[in-house]
């Protein structure tokens, strides 16, 4: 344990002592790694078990994923659980994604947040390769609903539109949150 222990001082001492522009080029590259070794894992579960099976076990590990993330970011971030609407804003913004994706958010009033995907990596490079949109519908609404829920139980998720649903050329996915009173 205790060699253990001086390995990873060593390495936050390193990290550390790297200038911030290279931590932030990291940060992207370890998004990009991640959001690829999430696609490849889905491609091979579609490849042996079939489309449907891959997005029941993809919405499996992301109601889990979503739960993680949304607790380390708080963590993080000094984020206050129960924080409503001010809280999931900021919790958003520091999701893998959104060092990704061209992401928009706004505020329909006191009670009402939405978030839109306007540019997404993994529509973009199935589109690139002629494919059709990715159906991420089934695991957004575990993803998202799970996410929001995890910042604050108050929340409530509604898909506005999310392939395979039409969507507009603006975005696409895009998601209402509502507080409840």
């Not at 590259?29 to 490849?47: P, Q």
């Not at 539109?161 to 696409?172: N, Q, R, T, V």
Request: net charge negative.
């Amino acid at each position: 344990m205790g060699s253990e222990r001086n390995y990873y001082d060593r390495l936050r001492g390193r990290l550390m002592s790297l200038p911030k522009e290279q931590l932030v080029g990291m940060l992207e590259d370890a998004a990009k790694n991640w959001l690829a070794h999430d696609g490849l894992w889905f491609l091979a579960v579609e490849d042996a078990c079939g489309m449907e099976t891959a997005i029941r076990c993809d919405v499996r590990a992301w109601e889990q994923f979503s739960a993680i993330e949304a607790q380390r970011i708080m963590q993080r971030h000094g984020i206050p659980a129960n924080g409503g609407l001010d809280a999931l804003e900021a919790a958003l913004g520091y999701r893998l994604y959104a060092y990704l994706n061209v992401q928009e958010i706004r505020r329909v009033d006191e009670r009402t947040l939405v978030f839109q995907m306007n540019d997404c990596r993994v529509q973009a490079a199935r589109q690139r390769k002629g494919l059709p949109d990715f159906p991420c519908k089934p695991v957004g609404l575990v993803e998202y609903s799970v996410f929001a829920r995890t910042i604050d139980p108050r929340i409530r998720t509604r898909c506005i539109a999310c392939p395979p649903d039409p969507h507009p050329e603006e975005f696409w996915c895009a998601w209402e949150f509502t507080v409840e009173k």
